[in-house]
């Protein structure tokens, strides 16, 4: 599995912004599509967005699409998910996530394998 650790998350004010960063181990990490998923307390997690392996293609939740851009950084393998115009709902642990070979869809927990840690992501109002 690939080693992912998030970073970036903090407190902010609602409409404040936020950029999340995920380092991976894997030199090889421009193979596989990678996505940003949250978990609020006593919530499951959710699909956030995705990004295809070469970053030409992206995928946002309708809860954050306009609001949160997902990119990526082959070169220094990395992710990133700026987040704008930040609103209370927002508020949970973020993950990154690599996006198993053979899944079907890029928007469902069971198609993601490798998992960061999280970062914290809290949103005052």
């Known amino acids: 599995q690939v080693q992912l650790v998030e970073s970036g998350g903090g407190l902010v004010q609602a409409g404040g912004s936020l950029r999340l960063s995920c380092a991976a181990s894997?030199?090889?990490?421009?193979?596989?599509?990678m996505g940003w998923f949250r978990q609020a307390p006593g919530k499951e997690r959710e699909f956030v967005a995705a990004?295809?392996?070469?970053?030409?293609?992206?995928y946002c939740a309708d809860s954050v699409k306009g609001r949160f851009t997902i990119s990526r950084d082959n070169a220094e393998n990395k992710l990133y998910l700026q987040m704008n115009s930040l609103k209370p709902e927002d508020t949970a642990v973020y993950y990154c996530?690599?996006?198993?070979?053979?899944?079907?869809?890029?928007?469902?927990?069971?198609?993601?394998?490798?998992w960061g840690q999280g970062t914290q992501v809290t949103v005052s109002s």
């Open positions: 990004i295809s392996r070469a970053g030409r293609d992206t």
């Open positions: 996530a690599v996006r198993n070979r053979l899944s079907a869809d890029y928007c469902r927990v069971a198609d993601f394998g490798s």
């Open positions: 894997e030199r090889t990490f421009n193979n596989y599509a």
